[in-house]
């Protein structure tokens, strides 16, 4: 009885995850070592214990087996590759390369290096807003801008801490939310959709002026456009979660379309040709100091994307591209808060009597 019930959960194991196959989960040697472990220590009448650490993390004995068979293959490929073995190399497993765990941690390095851009994240958000007035037309956005991109780094870490269905979804939807909500913030910025501060009593002349007679309101322009930016995000969201299986293609596409699309927006910021003005205050040839900060940043954070596209077996079984990837953005993350300070206290925003920023701190 109690084997017939051990090659069930083998079986169901095996059924779970046909779609996420890789070459090293379908060898043989580790199918063996898989079925064995199952059989014969994962069966309920033997009592078996895992470390308080791996339940702590949620791993069944299942998910052990998978990882302790894991490893034991990858030390064989070592071997051979040692031993000078053509044709022998590290392989992926269940579409994901091998790495050692740490007190049950799948992904070390991912962790740590998320922990890092949260921590851009507080301190960058810190400083933008405490170098602005809580009246800036700018405010709102940069605040939910700040507690947006703090929640999807914590659930990034929680995701590469251990990867399971729900923690990859809540990783994935964050990292969705946090694009498309940068591209919503880019265009109220850049399209000057936002609302007048309440100091101001109305918006200059000579901006009304240049408005084109056939354009909505501004703030009608700015319902619709949030609207948009909701019924998106939900589209997505309920896409991917109604579907047999997660469209990892689509999401890839969908956040990659709107990230160039943002990118793009605030490129065009650093150039003379800029076709708005970027201040309402200010004449549309002005272009202040920083002005090529953002275009030097988009350029950055595309070359650290690009690290995703370079895939190699982890240094160590714990630094990959993806990892190297999430290290990049930390600085990347600082930088570009510091230029929204800059672009927020910029003396343009008001017609020289209210200042929008508060004095500068040490």
């Not at 700015?222 to 579907?243: D, E, N, P």
């Not at 202040?288 to 954070?301: E, F």
């Amino acid at each position: 009885m109690k084997l017939r019930f051990a090659t069930l959960l083998f079986s169901a194991i095996l059924l779970a995850i046909p779609t996420l196959a890789s070459e090293g989960d379908t060898s043989m040697a580790f199918h063996e070592c898989l079925e064995s472990c199952v059989v014969f220590v994962c069966d309920h009448e033997t009592n078996h214990e895992l470390p308080y650490t791996l339940k702590l993390m949620q791993w069944s004995c299942a998910d052990n087996c998978k990882y302790e068979c894991m490893m034991m293959d990858v030390d064989r490929d070592l071997e051979a590759i040692e031993s000078g073995s053509e044709g022998v190399k590290i392989k992926q497993y269940y579409g994901k390369w091998p790495f050692h765990r740490f007190i049950g941690i799948q992904e070390p390095a991912s962790v740590v290096f998320s922990l890092m851009n949260l921590w851009a994240h507080i301190r960058g958000g810190k400083y933008l807003l405490g170098r602005i007035r809580s009246d800036h037309p700018m405010y709102k956005y940069y605040f939910w801008y700040v507690v947006i991109g703090v929640n999807a780094w914590v659930w990034s870490a929680v995701f590469h801490m251990r990867d399971k269905p729900a923690t990859e979804k809540l990783d994935y939807f964050s990292a969705a939310l946090t694009i498309l909500y940068s591209l919503y913030v880019a265009v109220i910025r850049l399209f000057g959709l936002y609302q007048p501060p309440r100091l101001h009593l109305q918006q200059p002349a000579s901006y009304l002026a240049r408005r084109p007679n056939w354009l909505p309101p501004q703030h009608i322009l700015h319902q619709l456009w949030g609207a948009l930016c909701v019924l998106l995000y939900l589209a997505h969201v309920i896409y991917l979660s109604v579907i047999p299986r997660f469209d990892y293609s689509y999401n890839v596409i969908a956040n990659l379309i709107v990230g160039v699309l943002h990118n793009l927006l605030w490129m065009s910021y650093s150039f003379s040709f800029f076709p708005f003005r970027r201040f309402e205050y200010k004449p549309q040839s002005y272009i202040p100091s920083y002005a090529w900060k953002p275009a030097a940043l988009a350029i950055g954070m595309t070359l650290a994307t690009s690290l995703e596209l370079g895939d190699f077996p982890p240094w160590w079984f714990v630094i990959d591209a993806h990892s190297l990837w999430h290290l990049s953005t930390v600085p990347l993350t600082w930088w570009w808060y510091k230029f929204i300070a800059e672009d927020a206290t910029d003396s343009g925003w008001t017609s020289g009597r209210l200042p929008m920023g508060k004095a500068m701190m040490d």
